[in-house]
């Protein structure tokens, strides 16, 4: 390793980091042929398919992977010329690029540039009918861009699981500097109507109601692909169908709840915030005790301001990223808020959830009351302007106030229990759709549970037509379209998480949809 750097500070994750959208430090494992190719290979890298040059990758070499649907740091792909031909003026060789096209020989300056357009954006792509999904980056190239990443040993941040399985070192940054981030398509700005309605809603002041630490947001859905390491033969999973529709979290949990203040109370806060303002500033004030400070100033005004609020349970609903009623205007009620289908499921769960449960879905469907879906073409059975809401996540808070993670099949019972109970639910509910419940190893039973089982148990889901629905049209729903994947967890896991597995059919269409610029409403507001 070069100069005296730590080996953690080379190789890093910022803030902003995403695991589904990240380079890794990985090793080639085993190079399948590819019908009618001879110098193509088929490489799982990291789980995914990726399409190579044999005479470029050899199986055990350690390389960087790029991820699907991310975006490279344009000095890296200009210095080491990746820009396709129709970029070439973005690569450092474009000079003698340009030189070639003039001198009409264009076949000899396409061998000099890559496949990026001017996005940088590392996208599938299918060669001789194979997927290949990811790019992978050689050490060589990284120290061209990087002369401090000159001679380092990938091999070093590679750990292993106790089977001899190799655990990718996942990373977004180089030495301090951007390497690769999420790819970001344009999303055009709303066509929102502005009015004085408007104008005055946001001149009312807002009441903050949420208490740290009470209300938690979705965890992030990790790919099956990079954590297959995480799911032993033993294990106890959970697998069921992945909807593609729009998230929503209902909660009742702990809020504050406003106190009505006459104009005399509000007037006399409003002393006590200046007063409060003035100390933290100078420090004093015209009348201290010899024994007084700063804190125990401060802590004597805040305990004179007259009550704002008091604390108790109360509905919290939100989007995947978005608290949709985390601000009110005192004396305003639930109305004040637009109508959507957040606050409609709210309105209808909310009555069933006990002190500390927060229930974690899917809504699919169509917009309520709309010809518009929540996601292009996946009705999943619903009449138009319907929609239902899936619950597959459920917490609930314990008498010594942690907090218990249920497993899928407790959520799927408390669902079928509570439309049971209220028939006139089925209409807007519907219980998660199980695929398979068991041990890992029982799935498979012919596969060999010592020799590469996570690599060729991966690959038989990915091609499951029968019992997961891989790669075929959604038997959930009335339109022709894929289906998304699947999800699976481990009962019982002390970490909550769930691992999704796409399927390529979805991934493509996916990707066809962003190039078109069509941006769904959940992918708008988690990249704004």
Same mark, same amino acid.
């Given at each position: 390793m070069s100069g005296t750097k730590e080996k953690t500070q080379i190789f890093s994750k910022s803030e902003n980091f995403k695991e589904e959208y990240c380079a890794a430090i990985v090793k080639v494992g085993r190079l399948a042929d590819i019908d009618g190719a001879d110098n193509l290979k088929q490489a799982t890298i990291d789980g995914f398919s990726v399409v190579v040059n044999k005479n470029d990758i050899k199986e055990g070499d350690v390389v960087i992977y790029c991820k699907n649907e991310t975006q490279l740091n344009p000095k890296f792909l200009s210095i080491n010329n990746m820009y396709e031909i129709g970029e070439y003026q973005l690569n450092s060789n474009h000079k003698e690029i340009e030189r070639l096209i003039n001198e009409d020989k264009k076949d000899e300056a396409k061998k000099m540039v890559g496949y990026f357009n001017k996005n940088g954006r590392v996208k599938m792509i299918r060669l001789r009918g194979c997927p290949s999904i990811g790019v992978l980056i050689k050490p060589e190239s990284l120290a061209v861009w990087d002369k401090e990443c000159k001679g380092i040993s990938l091999e070093e941040w590679l750990t292993y699981t106790e089977e001899g399985d190799c655990i990718p070192f996942d990373f977004d940054t180089v030495n301090g500097k951007e390497f690769i981030k999420v790819f970001v398509p344009h999303i055009p700005e709303p066509n929102v109507r502005k009015n004085r309605c408007d104008k005055r809603n946001r001149q009312l002041k807002k009441f903050d109601r949420?208490?740290?630490?009470?209300?938690?947001?979705?965890?992030?859905?990790?790919?099956?692909?990079?954590?297959?390491?995480?799911?032993?033969?033993?294990?106890?999973?959970?697998?069921?169908?992945?909807?593609?529709? &729009?998230? +929503? $979290?209902?909660?009742?949990?702990?809020? /504050? @709840?406003?106190?009505?203040?006459?104009? *005399?109370?509000?007037?006399?806060?409003?002393?006590?915030?200046?007063?409060?303002?003035?100390?933290?500033?100078?420090?004093?004030?015209?009348?201290?005790?010899?024994?007084?400070? &700063?804190? +125990? $100033?401060?802590?004597?005004?805040?305990? /004179? @301001?007259?009550?704002?609020?008091?604390? *108790?349970?109360g509905d919290v609903y939100s989007s995947r990223t978005v608290i949709k009623n985390r601000l009110i205007n005192p004396g305003q009620t639930r109305g004040y808020y637009d109508e959507d289908v957040w606050s409609k499921y709210d309105e209808i769960i909310y009555p069933f959830l006990e002190r500390g449960m927060t229930v974690y879905g899917e809504i699919f469907g169509y917009q309520t009351g709309s010809q518009k879906m929540i996601q292009k073409m996946y009705d999943y059975g619903c009449q138009e302007g319907e929609n239902r809401l899936m619950p597959y996540r459920i917490t609930s808070k314990t008498e010594d106030g942690k907090t218990k993670e249920w497993d899928v099949l407790e959520v799927r019972e408390w669902t079928e229990k509570l439309i049971k109970k209220h028939e006139w639910l089925k209409d807007f509910i519907s219980p998660i759709t199980i695929l398979y419940h068991g041990k890992a190893s029982d799935v498979y039973p012919d596969l060999d549970t010592g020799t590469h089982w996570r690599e060729n148990f991966l690959q038989r889901l990915k091609d499951d037509k029968d019992l997961f629905g891989m790669e075929v049209d959604e038997p959930l729903c009335k339109n022709k379209v894929p289906r998304e994947g699947i999800c699976i967890r481990i009962d019982g896991d002390p970490i909550a998480e769930c691992f999704k597995l796409k399927t390529n059919a979805f991934r493509m269409r996916e990707q066809k949809l962003i190039d078109k610029g069509e941006v769904d409403s959940e992918m708008a507001e988690t990249y704004a």
């Open positions: 949420m208490i740290p630490g009470e209300f938690s947001s979705h965890y992030d859905t990790s790919q099956l692909e990079s954590n297959m390491w995480k799911i032993k033969p033993e294990d106890i999973i959970t697998v069921d169908v992945k909807i593609h529709g &729009t998230s +929503s $979290i209902n909660a009742n949990v702990l809020v /504050k @709840k406003p106190v009505p203040m006459d104009s *005399g109370k509000k007037w006399w806060n409003r002393k006590i915030v200046r007063k409060i303002k003035s100390v933290s500033k100078n420090g004093q004030t015209k009348r201290m005790r010899h024994d007084d400070n &700063t804190d +125990s $100033i401060l802590k004597r005004l805040e305990s /004179k @301001k007259a009550k704002e609020y008091t604390i *108790g349970y």
